[in-house]
T-cell receptor
Framework: DAGITQSPRHKVTETGTPVTLRCHQT?????MYWYRQDPGHGLRLIHY???????DKGEVSDGYSVSRSKTEDFLLTLESATSSQTSVYFC???????????FGSGTRLTVV | AQSVAQPEDQVNVAEGNPLTVKCTYS??????LFWYVQYPNRGLQFLLK??????LVKGSYGFEAEFNKSQTSFHLKKPSALVSDSALYFC???????????FGTGTSLTVIP
């Protein structure tokens, strides 16, 4: 998917444990985003980044933190996973060729 | 605040028939509107966009969308549906500074052979 890779693709974790999801891009895009997808809610923005060490909150940022120490990597951390964070997580970059986004393939996270 | 609404959770259409997936929007300023498609276990893929210009926008896989400013709608259309069009479709609006997208809740399209 256009130089974006997400890892892991699937993860099962226990309530209360920390979890980090990784998004890696190879095209030097400035803007990167983390969304979660849930039935009935569509995609909701968690956090986004507009450069190295520059991040901002989205509409559902509680319980999540992010870091961007390099242009190519944008990490999403659940400090203490809860069952309500069971979801599919998508990373995206802003695609300057069509004004839209290019998405990664997603990470399916299950918190038990 | 920007938002989009997709009033139908599910649309069923027979193969070969025309299809429409509805989207209405609410924006301040000029809208940047998008349609994305999601196949099972995949990320979202760009279909088409409206930025400015002709109200009828053509996109990938034979899809098109009609921008209607008076009705604040951006419905996705295809003249003849294929079984392979079965997927989840999302309408989205980009905010004016381009930092965020706002997605609808999605419409599941099923094309019946």
């Amino acid at each position: 998917d256009a130089g974006i890779t997400q890892s892991p693709r699937h993860k099962v974790t226990e309530t209360g444990t920390p979890v980090t999801l990784r998004c890696h891009q190879t095209e030097n895009h400035r803007y990167m985003y983390w969304y979660r997808q849930d039935p009935g809610h569509g995609l909701r923005l968690i956090h986004y980044s507009y450069g190295v060490k520059d991040t901002d909150k989205g509409e559902v940022s509680d319980g999540y933190s992010v870091s961007r120490s390099k242009t190519e990597d944008f990490l999403l951390t659940l400090e203490s996973a809860t069952s309500s964070q069971t979801s599919v997580y998508f990373c995206a970059i802003r695609d300057n060729t069509n004004y839209g986004y290019t998405f990664g393939s997603g990470t399916r996270l299950t918190v038990v | 605040a920007q938002s989009v609404a997709q009033p139908e959770d599910q649309v069923n259409v027979a193969e070969g028939n025309p299809l429409t997936v509805k989207c209405t929007y609410s924006v301040s300023g000029n809208p940047y509107l998008f349609w994305y498609v999601q196949y099972p276990n995949r990320g979202l893929q760009f279909l088409l966009k409206y930025i400015t210009g002709d109200n009828l926008v053509k996109g990938s896989y034979g899809f098109e969308a009609e921008f209607n400013k008076s009705q604040t709608s951006f419905h996705l259309k295809k003249p003849s549906a294929l079984v392979s069009d079965s997927a989840l479709y999302f309408c989205a609006v980009r905010d004016t500074n381009g930092n965020q997208f706002y997605f609808g809740t999605g419409t599941s399209l099923t094309v019946i052979p």
